[in-house]
């Protein structure tokens, strides 16, 4: 027997009529319809979201990082296995800042 789970989704902050699921599928509140993730050069997936016919890319890693794994907006997430077109939240963390040890004169 396969059991097959329905993936979390939440509301994304700040873009009311859009939702994330838990696996990086965005979709359109209003139509129902999933959008397409692009990847940019650099590897990252985004996609584009619109208020008041403004849009605005968002990294899908930020996305997931900041509703899912409560990561703060100002922190730099992670992939653990290098691969950026991973989104599972088992591969996202955030990069912690390691102190600087201070040289003796």
């Known amino acids: 027997m396969v059991y ?3 993936p979390i989704i939440r509301d994304i902050p700040n873009f009311n009529n859009y939702q994330i699921s838990e696996n990086g599928e965005v979709y359109n509140k209003t139509t129902g319809n999933m959008l397409k993730n692009l ?9 584009y979201l619109s208020i008041h016919a403004k849009k605005y890319n968002m990294a899908l890693h ?6 899912f794994l409560n990561i703060p907006i100002n922190k730099k997430i992670i992939f653990k296995n290098g691969d950026k077109t991973d989104l599972s ?11 600087k040890k201070k040289k003796k004169k």
């Open 62 to 67: 930020r996305v997931l990082g900041t509703i």
């Open 89 to 99: 939240l088992d591969n996202l963390a955030c990069k912690l800042k390691l102190k």
């Open 4 to 6: 097959v789970f329905d």
């Open 39 to 47: 990847v940019c050069i650099n590897g990252y997936q985004i996609v």
